[in-house]
């Protein structure tokens, strides 16, 4: 499996931005669909983001769209979400996840096999 480091949580004003980064290791990258997951406190695990191993395809999350943008680099083992115009209810812990030979098309907790241990990001209003 590889394993997966997640970084570049933080505190920010509503309105404002971050960038996090997730960074692989142990397999070929370029061979997992990778996926961003998050969970606020008292909820479930939900749906962010996913990206296609080539990186030429993308999902989001409804919730996300048009403010969050996943991206990677396969040459630097890393998939990064850049989130703008931030808002207090996405506040919560943000995983990185690893899917072989996956699609952007998965959205479920199941469809992902590796894991990383999260980042947490909070956002006052």
């Known amino acids: 499996q590889v394993q997966l480091v997640e970084s570049g949580g933080g505190l920010v004003q509503a309105g404002g931005s971050l960038r996090l980064s997730c960074a692989a290791s142990?397999?070929?990258?370029?061979?997992?669909?990778m996926g961003w997951f998050r969970q606020a406190p008292g909820k479930e695990r939900e749906f962010v983001a996913a990206?296609?191993?080539?990186?030429?395809?993308?999902n989001y999350a409804d919730s996300v769209k048009g403010r969050f943008t996943i991206s990677r680099d396969n040459a630097r083992n890393a998939v990064y979400l850049q989130m703008n115009s931030l808002k207090p209810e996405d506040t919560a812990v943000y995983y990185c996840?690893?899917?072989?030979?996956?699609?952007?098309?998965?959205?479920?907790?199941?469809?992902?096999?590796?894991w990383g241990q999260g980042t947490q990001v909070t956002v006052s209003s």
């Open positions: 990206i296609s191993r080539s990186g030429g395809s993308t």
């Open positions: 142990g397999r070929t990258f370029s061979n997992y669909a």
């Open positions: 996840a690893a899917r072989y030979f996956g699609t952007s098309s998965m959205s479920s907790l199941g469809d992902y096999n590796s």
